[in-house]
Antibody, heavy 118, light 113 residues
């Protein structure tokens, strides 16, 4: 059974870079599927950030594209999110997820709360 | 972007009664080449991530009780719980995956009356 676990700093200063890693267990990232990041905040609800394939091919939400980079490390069975120039509006629970080729979200991590504050 | 609008925002239903949640998309999520609606329903309980209940508008995920059903096509969709159980208290979200950016409804909070 696939499990996903987010890790990274829970507090980031404004204008700095948010970095999160998702460690996947029970399934090899190299075997297929897309891998994505979704965030949830009281202000904006659930928001898809982007998705990445095992090959490294990415698709990002246009509203965040200029600030987001996703990468995959198949040797560690991990994928990562970086978001630069963060503001308080980026405070949210960040979920990593396994997504089908259709982009439906099959599995979610437990979520990581990231607060942007000085 | 495709805007997803759910109604109502909250709903209180008695145990064993039917609960109905609606979701409307600002553009059709039906893909004509395969006649599939790119619409999913998720359930989120407090302190937990969302859980996929239904995809392709009406296909239940494995292990999801058959009291949950999805219907609709094009721009109008419905999630029905035929006989509400206590464990169904949650927030329910619809999501379109027809086109990027993939977008969610604002959620419907379901409670026991």
């Amino acid at each position: 059974q696939v499990q996903l676990q987010e890790s990274g700093p829970g507090l980031v200063k404004p204008s700095e870079t948010l970095s999160l890693t998702c460690t996947v267990s029970g399934y090899s990232i190299s075997s297929g599927y897309y891998w994505g990041w979704i965030r949830q905040s009281p202000r904006k609800g659930l928001e898809w950030i982007g998705s990445i394939y095992q090959s490294g091919s990415t698709s990002y939400n246009p509203s965040l594209k200029s600030r987001v980079t996703m990468s995959v490390d198949t040797s560690k069975n991990q994928f990562s999110l970086e978001m630069n120039s963060v503001t308080a509006a980026d405070t949210a629970v960040y979920y990593c997820a396994r997504m089908g080729t259709s982009m439906v979200i099959y599995n979610w991590g437990q979520g990581a709360l990231v607060t942007v504050s000085s | 972007d495709i805007v997803m609008t759910q109604s109502p925002d909250s709903l209180a239903v008695s145990l064993d009664e039917r609960a109905t949640i609606n979701c409307k998309s600002s553009q059709s999520v039906l893909y004509s080449s395969n006649n599939k609606n790119y619409l999913a329903w998720y359930q989120q309980k407090p302190g937990q991530p969302p859980k996929l209940l239904i995809n392709w508008a009406s296909t239940r995920e494995s292990g999801v009780p058959d009291r949950f059903s999805g219907s609709g096509s094009g721009t109008d969709f419905t999630l029905t719980i035929s006989s509400l159980q206590a464990e169904d208290v949650a927030i329910y979200y619809c999501q379109q995956y027809r086109s990027t950016p993939y977008t969610f409804g604002q959620g419907t909070k379901l409670e026991i009356k």
